[in-house]
């Protein structure tokens, strides 16, 4: 994902609307934003719009992402998989990242809780987080409540407790080469942007970045994926799923997707099997 810049994107969005004869409310609908977000985005108050939201307003107005950003287009031509793979979507914990269960381990050695307790408070709230119906800073607080600590942190230990996984970053940038990818991520707010600062994550040019948190929907429910499939630009048939959940991938596998199950306890057997699907 290139930098944005936010007055260029302003007026270049203010421009395509006015060219496609739409008014901001016909757009705001369109893209599903309020009217104030859009009206602040054109005028360059907003100073880092999420990349979920310019993907909606391009969708909007039918423009790629890069024809909305004023990005030039590649030269490299993108392949195609002999088995029709056109673009690549990842999911983040369990592919991208482990994420052992210390978390829980170190919040209990902290607190004097049992991880048992702190775990299933975890669970009790995580859907709602990642579906951004609960803010990070109301997270924090139901489970420093179990804990019994004041300004608790969820992701300080998270982010001490994850590791990447070997191999991944390498699959990532060689796949970034031949195809467009995309993460799609049950995340809780603010946590993407922290895994990318703190390079736990490739920072690759991401086509699509679908989070959880940011369009209301987890997987495996339906919305998530058709949110995510028409950020592709490609056909349902035309879009590999790497996820390390066998429920996640056959939701998107009904719909048409090709699905890759990963193990993250045998990564490199994952990563050969991700590699030779996307032979061209």
Not at 35 to 56: C, D, H, M, N, W
Not at 84 to 101: A, E, P, Q, S, W
Not at 206 to 219: C, H, L, N, P
Request: aromatic share 10%.
């Amino acid at each position: 994902m290139g930098e944005i810049n936010e007055v260029g994107l302003g007026k270049r969005l203010q421009t395509a609307r006015q060219k496609a004869g739409i008014t901001q409310q016909e757009l705001c609908h369109r893209a599903s934003l309020s009217y104030s977000t859009l009206a602040k985005i054109e005028r360059g108050a907003i100073k880092s719009p999420s990349v979920f939201t310019i993907q909606s307003i391009a969708g909007a107005l039918n423009l790629s992402l890069d024809e909305l950003l004023g990005h030039k287009p590649s030269l490299q031509t993108k392949k195609t998989s002999r088995s029709g793979v056109k673009f690549v979507y990842f999911d983040i914990n369990g592919c991208l990242v482990r994420f052992f269960h210390r978390a829980f381990s170190h919040i209990a050695e902290d607190s004097g809780v049992s991880s048992d307790q702190i775990e299933s408070a975890f669970w009790h709230y995580n859907n709602a987080a990642c579906r951004g119906q609960i803010t990070l800073e109301e997270f924090n607080e139901h489970l420093g409540q179990v804990a019994n600590q004041k300004g608790f942190n969820w992701l300080n230990y998270y982010l001490k407790a994850i590791e990447p996984i070997n191999g991944m970053a390498d699959l990532l940038s060689w796949a970034a080469e031949h195809y467009d990818i995309g993460l799609l991520s049950n995340i809780m707010p603010g946590t993407l942007d922290r895994l990318l600062k703190a390079e736990l994550i490739p920072q690759l040019d991401y086509k699509a970045v679908v989070d959880s948190s940011e369009v209301g929907a987890i997987k495996p429910e339906s919305k998530i994926y058709e949110i995510a499939q028409g950020l592709t630009g490609v056909k349902p048939e035309e879009i590999l799923f790497v996820d390390d959940s066998r429920a996640n991938l056959m939701a998107a596998e009904e719909l048409g997707w090709k699905v890759l199950w990963f193990n993250d306890y045998q990564p490199e057997e994952a990563i050969a099997r991700i590699k030779s699907s996307l032979e061209f």
